[in-house]
């Protein structure tokens, strides 16, 4: 294969790739609304997706609050500024830190997960006796998943950024002897509905984004055993990128609002 091949070849897949999930996306929108709803199933995958993440994501939380106060007291002690320690970390955990970091570990565990599931469902022709049995394999194993991580995502960062903020209570009150009601006090009012807003908003993105690429990476993975390993790691590779691009348009379209 000649090099100019290698080097142009990547490119082309990658947008090929980004023409396929399109038009998978586009399929997802189609499918919403058409019946059955398989109700029972999206309860189901809630549970799986949302309880079995909580202990990961409580323990995430909790480091993020103890590690970001431990390294940002002693610089704010040297300027005299340790009164602003509540503020500036229930900001910064509400609205960046925590969203996005959580995300990531979700989409690691959650991702992966919902890739390689519908992976080895398609290896082992489980998709495919569904579509001959008349039953719509998309609305049933797709749909169902990516509108659970879109709901659930969301209320996981909500317990993270909690968990978070308890973790940086906990350093604050055994350094500087600070109650739990002056630290929460100073958080919440260090915290505007333009922190709140914009940051919530943004995790059903990323619950989005996780699902379906996930389910992507899943429904149409390469037959083989390999295929499960190869749908799992890519899930999360471009799922993690997918974040990142989510995030700066959030971050950008925010601060043009508060321009205006």
């Known amino acids: ?37 398989e109700f029972k199933e999206f309860l189901r995958q809630c549970f799986n997706i949302g309880n079995k993440s909580v202990l990961l994501v409580g ?10 106060t431990l390294q940002t007291r002693p610089t704010l002690l040297e ?43 398609r290896v082992t022709e489980q998709i495919d006796a569904m579509e001959v049995s ?14 659970a991580t879109t709901l659930m995502i969301p209320l996981l960062v909500i317990f993270g950024d909690a968990v978070a903020l308890y973790g940086s209570f906990l350093v604050e009150n055994l350094k500087g002897n600070v109650s739990f009601y002056l630290f929460f006090n100073q958080v919440f009012g260090g915290l505007e509905f ?17 699902g379906i690429v996930g389910s992507f990476k899943g ?4 037959k083989g055993t ?14 993690s990128l997918l974040l990142f691009i989510i995030d700066f348009i959030a971050v950008f379209v925010t601060d043009i609002f508060y321009d205006l």
């Open 1 to 37: 294969m000649p090099i100019s091949d290698k080097i142009l070849g990547s490119p082309k897949a990658f947008l090929i790739e980004i023409g396929e999930l399109s038009h998978f996306i586009g399929r997802f929108f189609i499918e919403l609304p058409k019946r059955p709803f």
């Open 59 to 68: 323990i995430t939380g909790f480091i993020i609050g103890l590690v970001l």
């Open 79 to 121: 300027f005299g500024a340790v009164s602003w320690m509540p503020s500036m970390v229930g900001i910064s955990i509400v609205r960046e830190i925590g969203p996005m970091i959580i995300a990531l570990v979700c989409a690691g565990k959650i991702g992966s997960g919902i890739g390689a599931e519908l992976c080895s469902m």
């Open 134 to 147: 008349g039953t719509n394999p998309f609305k049933y194993l797709v749909v169902t998943r990516v509108m």
């Open 194 to 210: 333009g922190d709140l807003i914009p940051a919530t908003i943004k995790t059903f993105f990323f619950g989005f984004a996780i």
């Open 219 to 222: 429904y149409f993975c390469s």
């Open 226 to 239: 390999a295929g499960v390993g190869i749908a799992a790691n890519s899930a999360v590779v471009f799922t």
